[in-house]
Structure formats: C-alpha cells, structure tokens
C-alpha cells in the first residue's frame, strides 16, 4: 500500500486513541491530566487549577507557561467546537494576543468519510513502518504542516503553533510540546510519542491517559 494511504490511516487511529475521548467523565480526567503533566514537562512552580465543567462545556486557564510570558485560556463544548486564547504577560497582565477559534457548524472536508469508504484500515494498520508512525507524529504535534510562529513580544522560530487543528484535545497537546522550553526533552517527548503509538497500534492496545501524559 501507497505510505501515503497508510500515513493518512495512521493520522486518523491516531487521533481516535489519543485525542478523541468521549464521554464528558473521560474529557474532565483527560484535561485534569493534561495540565498536571504540564509543571514537571515545563519545568513550571504549579500546578495549574482544575477545569471547570458545566453541562459538558469546559473551561480552564493554563498559565504554566510562565517561562514563555503567557497564559492559554480555552472553552471547549465538543473536541470540534472549542477556543484557545492566547495571553501575554505585559507589565504584569495578561493581554490577548489571538483566539484559536474552531466552529464545527460549517463545512469542513471529511477526511474520516473518505477513509472509511475506502475501508483499508486493516491493511494500513498492519503493514506501516515506523518512519510512517514519525512522519505522522511530526505532522499531528512536533511539526504541524499549517503553522504560525510568533515573532513578537516572542521570538523563539521553534514554536510552531498548528493553525489547521480541529480537534479541540490534539491542539491542546501539541502546544504542551511546542511551548516546552527545553529541546532536549522535546527530543525524548517525540521519540517517546512515537514509540507509545506505533506499540499500541501494533500490539492493538488502548493507551491511557496517564501513558500519555507521562
């Protein structure tokens, strides 16, 4: 098979066992876990506050990434309909800088049709290789094809922030890694990430939550 058929499988099982959790009880742990993992992966002094939850609508404030100067504020109702706000820390407050902002109302291609139509997942899901695992890890989290960088007040060209994201808990996991600070473990993150994934879709396992926030 075509790697490029395989990839867009992967790309698609991929987000369904990591990023796709479906009942509000599973979306509450997941964010809880989430900005736990935050303060040993960003090397920040706290934890951040719970998410607040309310009729399957979430909030939350993510300001651990202090080191950065900014503080993520985001509001989710479904993982296709959600905002992440960008703040900056200028003369101690926060000022919105920009709104990641996903509205599932309006049309958007439909990738998972058309793989499904095809219905080659079986095929895909045995005969990919690790460099197919890499090339989709890069794309999803570590280098988003459609990306921005800020260049003002923060110039650091290793941010990539995906701009193409309209999964609510995929957008919020590549900014764990690309708003760590320090390249070396964002080194050990993107082999650890690829090393989770290509196991457990190997050996057909589910991944918990606390493997991937580990």
């Known amino acids: ?9 992967l790309w698609q099982e991929i987000i369904r066992m990591g990023f796709s959790p479906s009942s509000d009880k599973d979306k509450k742990s997941w964010l809880i876990q989430y900005g736990r993992s935050l303060k040993d992966f960003w090397e920040v002094a706290n934890y951040p506050k719970p998410p607040t939850a309310d009729n399957g609508n979430f ?6 990434a202090s080191n950065l100067g900014l503080m993520l504020e985001y509001s989710i109702s479904q993982s296709s309909k959600f905002a992440v706000e960008f703040l ?27 793989l499904t139509e095809h219905n080659k997942r079986k095929i895909a899901l045995r005969e990919f290789k ?11 989290l570590c280098h ?10 923060i110039d650091t060209h290793e941010i990539r922030i995906g701009s ?18 320090f390249p070396e473990k964002r080194t050990l993150e993107r082999d650890r ?7 457990a879709i190997a050996k057909k396992d589910k991944i918990a939550i606390n493997q991937l926030m580990a």
């Open 193 to 199: 990430l690829i090393n989770l994934f290509q196991n």
């Open 1 to 9: 098979m075509d790697s490029e058929i395989i990839q867009a499988y």
């Open 164 to 181: 193409g994201i309209d999964n609510a808990f995929l957008f919020l996991f590549q900014l764990r890694y690309q708003l760590c600070p």
């Open 130 to 140: 690790q460099n197919d695992i890499e090339s989709v890890i890069d794309g999803l």
């Open 144 to 153: 988003p094809v459609v990306h921005q960088h800020i260049e003002s007040p």
């Open 59 to 64: 909030k939350g404030s993510l300001d651990g």
């Open 88 to 114: 900056y820390n200028l003369k101690n407050q926060f000022e919105l800088m920009w709104v990641h902002d996903v509205d599932d109302q309006y049309f958007n291609f439909p990738n998972t049709l058309f």
